[in-house]
């Protein structure tokens, strides 16, 4: 039976007019192959069929979400099968006992939060694209957000994956408990890895009763150093706030050019934190006010209701689409030891400059995972060759201060040349043998993360 | 040159009398083979000769921390090397601004708290042997405690490992930052894993700021159900406690003969609840108090200072050394859904009356993770043969009731054959293939988890 007749079915096209919408995630300096073929399965059983026939016929498969993701992990490999997961959208499970939720990998973020926010419980990883991004793709990324800073990531909260292998074989691990050892974290291994050693095909997350509404608070600093002092003295009290947030200069000048919050002039940077913890929080932001101000803050503003905090909270969700307007941009993720930002910051200035390339940054100061983004126009090949030495020098300068090249983002294609430089010799030949060992014909989306053994 | 000669360091013995005091762990039912040497590193340069040498003559090599552990990981293989790393007992670094602590393996982990504590800073994990373990150990084992049902197990903390790979390689893997997915999860895979994948040489793990002293209460139950439900109901109200652990009717009378500590008569279960959150600390405990009566406890006693705190916990911390009284015993730690709590405590009963067996069992009730005690006399052959009986059938209510078979103590050789029951037939090729592509030739820890490939 030949390639195409095996891959007959209502779940499979090949028409390349819907080939080409599935192509690309969004990762600036994205490149992608031409596939040759779409399944979007809805049950575990295609995903299985898909696996079997690509085995036999060595074809790559590049497993999908919603490509909302930002270092071309999802990106289309020439003659591939593009296995998109976008229709298992199944909620299977929601335990209100023990507090977790089991669902097929298409469901959306928002949609599993609300499900479950709901019946009182919450589901904390909340990555930018969390209105549109699956769990699957999340969990395939190992997604952060803002709540990181206090909750943690989403290989914190996933306890039992079902994959399928390579070769067809369906695995489940992990576990349903609060605690378990029992055998090697394959959970932990498949979180984050790309779609590289297996296809993720349900995933059973824990979820926590749902947290008191966060009140906000914001502090407006003259010069960075200060608002990065105030981010390590707050978080060295003892305090945990729930979000912990920075925006440079050219982040609120983009922000302002979008919409006028009414910041006050001659700001360098703003810092903005949350608190959930309902009673305490309005002590936790009096707190954070206190150091703010210790270290130079110009002004803080305390909330002093969910209306006012979620005004305060809006510049920061609206520097995504705020720095849209700026042209096309590479949003980086560089991830260094908290007490190593305002370095990073003076770095990402020089570099900007060097390059004469604008680069606002933002992102989550309590964990010292900033995002550069790296602004530029496509169609000036000078100005793609600036932003591309601006990343490359943004990189070096994350790992020269003993951070990672990426704290939430991923490897994808975009980054595989610089985890090399992460990982070191040693280190990607490890990561090459246990791609092997799960992957042995090298078909699982070819090309991503780490380099196929030569 | 030969391997005795090969083997010779100041760092090595063959001394047939030393070696014999290095074979066993803490496991119960425990058997181990007879070693030919033990060699004491102190560098991660000798782990690196160590196993080169153990690769180029096929040499088993077992890594040990403190061989506290209690399922057999860390017993002697005929022939092998014994490779203990409780002489590299350097604390390296204590980050105060990042909150990160970066030590050789053999450290102990009591001394790594008390470390961290005089520069306020705090180290959770806390498994039961925290005043002798050693972090090393901890993390082969991914060692859980008390602490885990708020702060998480040890493998929450665990951020950049170096480890001396079997053919003598060294891998640094993980990272210092607090969010990193550059890569596959490999600091995951390798904690937990037992000594089968690699010698851990190094650890940096996450610190938090000191919390403050926990205050305590203790509710007595007439039944075990309602212990049960008060878990499942204050955990669902929202609240983390630090601690929420849970002692049967053996388990108390195991105490009480041990130390009269004035407990109700009649009592069936004992809940001990703490919070750690300061001001916020009694009105937890009062919500703990009134979650218990509302599901049937008889009598709630909070403390109202450190020292009637102190006192309440006393109970748990004494159980340990009160069963030690019995017998021989295997702790066993079964990990099930907080919901099937009640059913395992029935289930436990109906096994300990079946084989004619004491099983007192307490435990991590806020984890669902409880530690069955079985206990016999290992000079009685019938005694042994009930016990390990009763350990089968513990294993076998543990899966039916959605849970799992270790939950915190590892697999070792006492659950090898179960551990293959929890995986199935694709989990255990999975992790064949995972053992086969670190460990080629098959020396480290062998037959300790996984059974090796035919």
Known sequence: ???????????????????????FDQAGFGTAGVPMALARPTETEEVVRIMRVASRHRIPVVPQGARTGLSGGANAVDGAILLSLERMTRILDIDEINHTATVQPGVVNAVLSRAVEDKGLFYPPDPGSWESSTIGGNVATNAGGLCCVKYGVTSDFVRELEVVL???????????????VAGYDLVRLFTGSE??????TEVTVALRPVAEAPLTAVAFFAAPPTACRTVTEYLSSGQRPSVLELMDKPTIDAVAAYRDLGFPDDVEAVLIAQSDRGPAAP?????????????????????????????????????????????DRLV??????????AEFFEGVTAISREHDVLI?????????????????????PDSVRRGQAAFDAIMALGLRLGGTITGE???????????????GEVGVS?????????????????????RPLP
């Open 1 to 23: 039976m030949g390639l195409i007749a095996e891959l007959e079915a209502d779940f499979v096209t090949t028409d390349p007019d819907v080939l080409a919408g599935y192509r």
């Open 195 to 200: 779609g590289t050693l297996g296809v993720i």
């Open 283 to 327: 002590h936790d932001l009096e707190a954070f006010a206190k150091v703010a101000r210790s270290c130079g803050a110009t002004e803080v503003l305390v909330a002093s209701d969910r209306a006012e905090a979620d005004m305060l909270i809006a510049a920061r969700r609206l520097a995504g689409v705020a720095m849209e307007q700026l042209g």
């Open 430 to 450: 490890v990561h090459q043998a246990v791609k092997q060992a799960f992957d042995p014909l090298g078909i699982l989306n070819p090309g991503k993360v780490v």
């Open 332 to 341: 980086d993720d560089v991830c260094v030891p908290r007490s190593r930002l």
């Open 409 to 423: 983002h991923g490897v994808g294609m975009l980054k595989r040349d610089w985890l090399e430089t992460e990982l």
């Open 166 to 180: 390579a070769d067809g074989r369906v695995l489940r691990t992990g576990r349903r408990t609060a605690k378990g």
């Open 360 to 380: 606002p940054t933002c992102g989550h100061a309590g964990d010292g995972n900033m995002h550069p983004n790296v602004v530029f126009d496509a169609a000036d």
